[in-house]
């Protein structure tokens, strides 16, 4: 199956459950993200592979407009209806590909995208897209989940991550994710990082398909009992599995010309 449509099925799947999660729709973590695109917040923000709208009804509240794109239908009608039931008018819904964005060069005063590059199979072809999109001087706000720096923890740790969303292509380490957004063209101001704790009952239940779930379940806790910890701290605790999301926030411009 071609990615794009992995990525339709996962997430039209996924949608109910994700829309819905505490570990996404988390107040704190949304307020991090939109103090981060600061200042930047009072223009018009593209929010790529937008989601349930999580971030984009955020920025909402004081842009002039927000324009959330996501190629998954189901994502975008879940976006439309947090925005409605929000009661904000000034957010404009697209389907369309990160790769491949559907809007002129320099048109928007903030890119934004969160938990998103690492369903990317060409990460630096969307990034390329984002600065092209963004006028000279904007600002560009990104997040993800970073994997281990060491080779073998980042492999070992992507492996679960796909067993559990097939979707999922790589969650970048950080010092990789920071090369290939300056590669982009982007000039880095600053970057953050924090760790989410995280279980695997509450994280392998997004994507609510216990067929896939019950093997992953043997073997990431042989994988904890065996001190196997991913860079992700994997372990044992009251009898339950968990582990910790590192997260890392770029915030980076658009240098004027
Ligand atoms: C993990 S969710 C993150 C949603 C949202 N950004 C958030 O942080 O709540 C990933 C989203 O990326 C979208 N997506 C994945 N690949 C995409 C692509 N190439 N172009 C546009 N959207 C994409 C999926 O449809 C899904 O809605």
């Known amino acids: 199956m071609d990615q794009l449509e ?26 991090r993200f939109v103090e981060a695109v600061g200042a930047a917040a009072q223009g018009v923000i593209l929010d790529v592979a937008c989601g349930p709208g999580i971030v984009s009804a955020a920025l909402a509240v004081r842009a002039r407009e927000v324009i959330a794109l996501d190629i998954t239908p189901e994502m975008l009608r879940k976006a439309r209806q947090r925005c409605a039931d929000a009661g904000l008018d000034n957010v404009t819904f697209r389907e369309g590909s990160a790769t491949d964005l559907p809007f ?31 006028r000279s001087g904007g600002t560009f706000v990104f997040a993800d989940i970073v994997s281990s720096e060491q080779p073998e923890e980042s492999a070992l740790h ?41 279980e695997f009952e509450e994280w392998s239940g997004i994507v609510d398909d216990p067929e896939r779930i019950g093997p992953l379940r043997t073997v990431v806790r042989a994988l904890a009992g065996a001190c ?25 411009r658009k240098s004027r010309t």
């Open 6 to 31: 992995r990525v339709k099925a996962e997430f039209t799947r996924q949608a109910d459950q994700f829309a819905a999660a505490r570990a996404v729709t988390d107040a704190q973590l949304t307020k």
């Open 104 to 134: 002129a060069e320099g048109s928007v005063d903030g890119v934004v995208t969160r938990l998103s590059l690492h369903h990317f199979p060409e990460p630096r072809r969307a990034l390329d897209e984002m600065f092209r999109v963004l």
């Open 228 to 252: 196997q910890h991913a860079g992700i701290g994997l372990s044992l605790a009251d009898g339950g599995i968990v582990f910790c999301h590192r997260w890392h926030l770029i915030v980076a």
């Open 158 to 198: 992507n492996a679960i991550e796909v067993l559990r969303d097939p979707s999922h292509v790589r969650m970048l380490p950080a010092a990789e994710l920071a090369s290939l957004v300056a590669a982009a063209g982007f000039t880095i101001e600053t970057e953050t990082t924090w760790d989410q704790s995280r």
